[in-house]
C-alpha cells in the first residue's frame, strides 16, 4: 500500500480558498453520482441526509450531490430529487447541515437531462434538435422534440430559481451539470444542437444557453454564493463537442466569473466518465491515472479560474502528484466512496485505500458500453450506505443490471400514475 515518504507533502491535506473567498478544507472533492433516492414524485427523503452525512464523516472537504432536477416535467430517472419551490425545504436544510456539521461543504448539482431520459418517464422530452439515440440505443430512449424559445426560456430561470432555493436551504454552493450528454451538453454539441436560430448554429450561438444559465443563476443568488460546472473535455462523439469549443467555453465562462470547473468528459453513447473511452489510451498516459489531466495541463495556461478533475484516479500518489503539477485544484472521486464511503480518511493520511474501482461487467457487450449500466450499479451501494448499511464491491454487474431495470420499469410506471 502506498503512503507518504519523508520527502513528500500531502496537498489533499491543504486548504483552498476559491476567487469569492470561500474557504475549503482540503483539496478532495466527491463527484456527483446519481443516488436515484428521491420519493416517485421526485421529493428529497432522509435516506440522502444519511446518505452524506455518513460521507461527511470521512473528511472529504466538498461534495457535490447527485443530479438535482429543476423541473418535475423533465426527469432523468424515477428517484430523482427535484427542486422547483420550496415544498421540501425543511429537508433541504437538513441535507445541507449534515455536510456542514461534519466541516464538508456540499454543493447541489443542477440538471435538466433533454434528450437523455428513459422512455416513458417524461411525457415528452425536449432537447436543442430532435435527434434520435444511435440505434442501438433507440429502444431505451424516446426521440425528443426541439424545444421553442419559450420554452428555453422557461429552463433557463428555472435553473436560477432551483439554485435560489439551495442558497436558502444552506449548501454551500450550486453546480451546473454541463456534461456527460444532459441538455446543457446537448446544446453545446454540433451533433445535438443543429438549430439555426440564436442557440445554434456557431460555436458562439451553441454556449449562449449555458451562459444565459449561469447569468439567470448569479443574478438570483447574488455574487458571493460559489457556483461551479461540470464541463465535458471532448464528448467522444463524430461531430460532437471538440476539445477547442470546450477551451473557449470555459474561458468564457472563467470571463463571466463562475466559481469553480470541473472535467469530465463524454455522454451515455460514449461514456469516457466511467472509463470505457479512455481505456484505449496509451499507457504512459494511463501511468497518469487521471482520464482528463492532459486537457486541465492545456486549460491551466489559458484560466486562473479554479479547475477540479473527476475520473481516472486510483492512488493517493496519483492524486497528490497531480496537485503537484499545478493543472488542478482540486481532486475529484466518486465511485471510489461508493465502494469505500470512508476513503478520504486514509487519502487525507496519505495512505491508499482499501478498496479499488474495478471494471463493472455484465457479460454483454451491447450493455457495456452503455454508461448507463455503471450508474445503475453505484445507485444501489449508494443505497445501501443511505440505509446504514455497507456497500458490496463485489456484487455481480449482471445481477444489479436485471434488479434496476425492473426497479426502473416499475419506477417509471409508479411515476407516471402519481402524475396522472
Not at 433557463?156 to 451546473?176: D, E, H, T
Not at 460532437?240 to 469530465?264: H, K, N, P, V, Y
Not at 481532486?331 to 482499501?354: E, H, N, Q, T
Not at 455484465?362 to 455503471?374: H, Q, Y
Request: proline share 5%; aromatic share 8%.
Amino acid at each position: 500500500m502506498n503512503s507518504l515518504t519523508k520527502t513528500e507533502t500531502n496537498l489533499l491535506n491543504r486548504p483552498f480558498v476559491l476567487p469569492n473567498g470561500v474557504e475549503l478544507p482540503n483539496r478532495l472533492a466527491k463527484a456527483s453520482m446519481s443516488e436515484a433516492l428521491g420519493t416517485y414524485d421526485n421529493h428529497a427523503t432522509l435516506k440522502v441526509v444519511e446518505l452524506y452525512r455518513r460521507w461527511a464523516k470521512s473528511g472529504i472537504g466538498l461534495m457535490f450531490t447527485g443530479n438535482v432536477m429543476i423541473d418535475r416535467k423533465a426527469l432523468g430517472e424515477p428517484g430523482n430529487i427535484v427542486i422547483e419551490d420550496e415544498s421540501d425545504l425543511p429537508v433541504l436544510k437538513q441535507w445541507a447541515n449534515a455536510a456542514r456539521e461534519e466541516g464538508a461543504s456540499l454543493w447541489v448539482q443542477l440538471n435538466h437531462p433533454g434528450k437523455q431520459s428513459p422512455k416513458g418517464l417524461n411525457k415528452i422530452n425536449l432537447a436543442p434538435w430532435s435527434i434520435p439515440f444511435r440505434q442501438d440505443m433507440a429502444a431505451f430512449f424516446t426521440t425528443p422534440r426541439e424545444a421553442t424559445d419559450t420554452e428555453i426560456q422557461d429552463i433557463i430561470q428555472r435553473f436560477g430559481r432551483s439554485a435560489a432555493i439551495c442558497k436558502k436551504a444552506g449548501f454551500g454552493g450550486v453546480q451546473i451539470h454541463g456534461a456527460h450528454g444532459y441538455l446543457i451538453s446537448q446544446f453545446l454539441s454540433p451533433h445535438h444542437n443543429q438549430r439555426t436560430d440564436q442557440w445554434g448554429g456557431s460555436a458562439v450561438n451553441r454556449r449562449r444557453f449555458v451562459m444565459a444559465v449561469y447569468a439567470e443563476i448569479r443574478r438570483q443568488v447574488g455574487p458571493d454564493f460559489p457556483v461551479g460546472i461540470k464541463l465535458n473535455s471532448a464528448d467522444f462523439q463524430k461531430g460532437g463537442f471538440t476539445e477547442e469549443e470546450s477551451m473557449a467555453t470555459i474561458q468564457a465562462l472563467s470571463e463571466a466569473g463562475i466559481d469553480l470547473i470541473e472535467i469530465s468528459g463524454g455522454t451515455y453513447e460514449a461514456p469516457a466518465m466511467s472509463g470505457v473511452v479512455e481505456q484505449t489510451r496509451k499507457a504512459s498516459t494511463s501511468n497518469r491515472e487521471a482520464y482528463f489531466l492532459g486537457f486541465a495541463e492545456k486549460v491551466r495556461t489559458q484560466t486562473r479560474t479554479p479547475l477540479m478533475v473527476t475520473g481516472g484516479f486510483r492512488s493517493f500518489a496519483g492524486m497528490n502528484s497531480a496537485l503537484e503539477s499545478g493543472a488542478l485544484d482540486i481532486v475529484g472521486v466518486a465511485r471510489l466512496m461508493a465502494i469505500d464511503p470512508y476513503a478520504p480518511k486514509a487519502l487525507l493520511s496519505g495512505r491508499d485505500c482499501a478498496y479499488q474501482v474495478r471494471p463493472i461487467s455484465t457479460g454483454i457487450r451491447a450493455i457495456d458500453k452503455m454508461g448507463i449500466m455503471e450508474i445503475l450499479w453505484y445507485s444501489r451501494q449508494l443505497k445501501r450506505i443511505s440505509e446504514g448499511g455497507n456497500p458490496k464491491p463485489h456484487e455481480s454487474g449482471i445481477w444489479a443490471f436485471l434488479i434496476s431495470v425492473i426497479k426502473s420499469i416499475w419506477g417509471t410506471n409508479r411515476t407516471q400514475r402519481l402524475r396522472a
